[in-house]
Nanobody, 121 residues
Framework: QVQLVESGGGLVQPGGSLGLSCAAS????????MGWYRQAPGKQRELVAT???????NYADSVKGRFTISRDNAKKTVYLQMNSLKPEDTAVYYC???????????????WGQGTQVTVSS
């Protein structure tokens, strides 16, 4: 079974920093693009950042200059470093990976369980 396991969520003061990590494991042939999404209470899930195998990144305008996405292909892990956090960053953060399981004909998206990030004084 393919699994994505997230870690690093928690409570942080405004202006603080927090790092998230998400590791993929299981019977995986190849991982394509990976990314982070978030969902605040009463709102729809939104894209935060994505990163390709080659390291090309894409960010939501709301987090540009503050968040950095990276990945370690050998470890099958994607990271999100969040700096200068604001209360509006409060949400459940989900990692996502478009990957091909071994034996499969094509790729599909797998999601982590989500980790709570709360920015509050």
């Amino acid at each position: 079974q393919v699994q994505l396991v997230e870690s690093g969520g928690g409570l942080v003061q405004p202006g603080g920093s927090l790092g998230l990590s998400c590791a993929a494991s299981g019977n995986i042939f190849m991982i394509n693009i990976m990314g982070w999404y978030r969902q605040a209470p009463g709102k729809q899930r939104e894209l935060v950042a994505t990163i390709t195998v080659g390291g090309i990144t894409n960010y939501a305008d709301s987090v540009k200059g503050r968040f950095t996405i990276s990945r370690d292909n050998a470890k099958k892990t994607v990271y999100l470093q969040m700096n200068s956090l604001k209360p509006e960053d409060t949400a459940v953060y989900y990692c996502d990976a478009d990957l091909i399981p071994r034996g499969a004909l094509g790729s599909r998206h797998y999601w982590g369980q989500g980790t709570q990030v709360t920015v509050s004084s």
